[in-house]
Structure formats: structure tokens, C-alpha cells
């Protein structure tokens, strides 16, 4: 089944989620983030929640939710934070998506938490595509959107290469418990 063919079965039935870690259009990039380096991964998770954050601050410029969750997993991804802390702000990112009515920044809120939890486990990060693509989705219609969401597909990919080819341009810090677990 293609992802458009996915999508309008989704929406039929009614789903907030238009995608899946199962949706084919996404395999390649789950493959990705499956095998490779855990920082490499936290790297491209963070590029992209950075520019959901700033999408979403142009709208809700009073809204600090997403911006404090990310910069947390940010702290707790160098080890100046403990994982509850960083926790409760992912969660708060959460209950944003609660507080407001737009479908669209609804779904990039839980980009956004799931992008900042792929510091906990590398599992989560596909969770950003899954929210972003249906963002996508929701704001131009199933109709009008196959270009855009194959546009952001291959610049999922394109920032996964990006990142594995230039870990080094990172000068950060890493927590232990990020470098025990090195692949």
C-alpha cells in the first residue's frame, strides 16, 4: 500500500496519526536510525525539532513548552540534567498539544517530544517523522501534499547523511550514558 492509500485509510477511521513506524514510505529512514550511532541519530533529531520549535514559537510566541523541552533533552543528552528532569519538560511539550485546536501544530508538539526523547532510547526518533509528515498532511490536505511529503522524506534522509558523515562537527558534550552505548 502506498502512504497516500495509508493515510486516506487512516483519516477514514477517524486517526490522529496518519503514519507509522510501519508505513512504507518511512522504512528506509526507520533502517537508518535503527543501526547507526546513537549520537548521530540525537544530532538529526534535535536539527529538526529546533525547526518545529521555531515554527511553532512564530505562532505561539507567548509559548515556552516546546523550546524548554528541547533545550532539556539538549542538557540531558551533555549530561547536565537527569533524565526526570528532561522527562516532565517532553512531557509539558505534550500537554501543550492539549491546550491548543490546530491539528497540524498539535501533531508537531509530539514531533517535537518525540524528537527530544531519542535521547532516552534511539526508538523514538522515528516518531518525529511520523507527527511531522502528518502535519504535513493536516495543514495541505491529502490531496495537495505528496510532493511536500516526499520533499521532507528525502530530507530526513538527506540530514541523516549530513550527520553521519559530520559527527565530528559536533563539539558538545556527551553523558556517559549516551557514550557506554556507542554503536
Avoid at 42 to 50: C, K, N
Avoid at 95 to 115: L, N, P, V
Wanted: with cysteine; proline share 2%; aromatic share 10%.
Amino acid at each position: 500500500m502506498n502512504w497516500i492509500d495509508e493515510v486516506n485509510a487512516k483519516l477514514k477511521h477517524g486517526n490522529q496519526i496518519l503514519f507509522s513506524k510501519d508505513s512504507e514510505c518511512l522504512q528506509g529512514l526507520k533502517a537508518s536510525l535503527d543501526r547507526l550511532d546513537r549520537r548521530i541519530v540525537i544530532l538529526w533529531a534535535f536539527d529538526f525539532a529546533d525547526k518545529s520549535v521555531k515554527q511553532l514559537a512564530e505562532k505561539y510566541p507567548d509559548e515556552n513548552r516546546p523550546a524548554e523541552a528541547l533545550e532539556a533533552a539538549r542538557n540531558w543528552a551533555e549530561g547536565k540534567v537527569k533524565m526526570r528532569y528532561s522527562q516532565r519538560k517532553i512531557l509539558d511539550c505534550h500537554a501543550f498539544a492539549k491546550d491548543i485546536d490546530d491539528k497540524a501544530d498539535i501533531a508537531i508538539c509530539h514531533a517535537i517530544g518525540q524528537a527530544c526523547a531519542a535521547v532516552h532510547t534511539q526508538g523514538h526518533a522515528i516518531g518525529y517523522p511520523i507527527y511531522d509528515l502528518t502535519s504535513i498532511v493536516l495543514k495541505r490536505g491529502v490531496n495537495n501534499c505528496a510532493e511536500e511529503v516526499n520533499a521532507r522524506i528525502q530530507k530526513y534522509m538527506e540530514r541523516l547523511c549530513f550527520w553521519t558523515e559530520h559527527i565530528e562537527c559536533y563539539h558538545g558534550e556527551w553523558a556517559g550514558f549516551i557514550l557506554k552505548q556507542q554503536r
